[in-house]
């Protein structure tokens, strides 16, 4: 077998990281919607999480370089297209590439099993 590119994260970044959006829920086609706006009572605030900026950094990094096929459709739907190795666990093409806290989490089970795939 080939020797496998090595990348590395400080594991501190696997995880996620509060995010919230205001989205305006009017069109602003009638007068009342139009008032509302002005007003500033257009507006719902959405909470949730995302990965860590550093972890999406490396995510994208490995999509560039054709490492992994990334789903921005829905959560851990990304897909290795070429084997790789990430702090030190082996990453098999055709199998899936979580999402940081879905990632730490794996990596603490192959820890406490001696496994060497990160997938």
Not at 45 to 65: A, N, Q, S, Y
Not at 69 to 85: A, H, T, Y
Request: proline share 3%.
């Amino acid at each position: 077998m080939p020797k496998l590119r090595e990348f590395i994260i400080d594991e501190q970044y696997l995880t996620d990281v509060p995010e919230r959006k205001e989205i305006s829920w009017l069109t602003g086609n009638s007068a009342e919607d139009l008032v509302k706006i002005l007003k500033g009572r257009d507006k719902s605030v959405m909470i949730g999480h995302k990965d860590h900026p550093e972890f999406t950094k490396l995510r994208e990094e490995l999509g560039k370089l054709g490492y992994i096929r990334i789903e921005r459709g829905w959560w851990n739907g990304d897909r290795v297209l070429k084997s790789f190795k990430l702090n030190g666990f082996i990453f098999r093409k055709n199998l899936g590439f979580s999402c940081a806290i879905a990632m730490k989490g794996g990596f603490e089970i192959a820890r406490k099993y001696g496994s060497k795939h990160g997938n």
